[in-house]
Nanobody, 125 residues
Framework: VQLQASGGGLVQAGGSLRFSCAAS????????IGWFRQAPGKERDFVSA????????TYADSVKGRFTISRDNAANTVYLQMNRPKPEDTAVYYC???????????????????WGQGTEVTVSS
């Protein structure tokens, strides 16, 4: 599956932004999806993940309560809503997919074998 992440840009701290991850595969419902981010000079870190049907989600502690992951399988798209962003959220955000069974998500980078190209976000203070 090919993934296209979008929605990045410049946002003020305390604002909001929504990322989209659009898939070329009409069977996106067969994939668990994860969002990761990579700040300049740092490793790529886990942000959030969602199971195939969207019933199970998980978040990194650093974004819990501020970010929300969701999906619309009919539209072949997964979203990451960023609320109350902080300057430390500045990074390139990537979505990733892994074909899996129902009810499973993955919170490790190496679990995913399909990656989008990334979308950059800068949070100004």
């Amino acid at each position: 599956v090919q993934l296209q992440a979008s929605g990045g840009g410049l946002v003020q701290a305390g604002g909001s932004l929504r990322f989209s991850c659009a898939a070329s595969d009409p069977t996106l419902s067969n994939y668990a999806i994860g969002w990761f981010r990579q700040a300049p000079g740092k490793e790529r870190d886990f942000v959030s993940a969602i199971s195939r049907a969207g019933r199970r989600t998980t978040y990194a502690d650093s974004v819990k309560g501020r970010f929300t992951i969701s999906r619309d399988n009919a539209a072949n798209t997964v979203y990451l809503q960023m609320n109350r962003p902080k300057p430390e959220d500045t990074a390139v955000y990537y979505c990733a997919a892994r074909a899996t069974v129902t009810g499973v998500y993955y919170d490790t980078l190496h679990a995913y074998n399909n990656w989008g190209q990334g979308t950059e976000v800068t949070v100004s203070s």
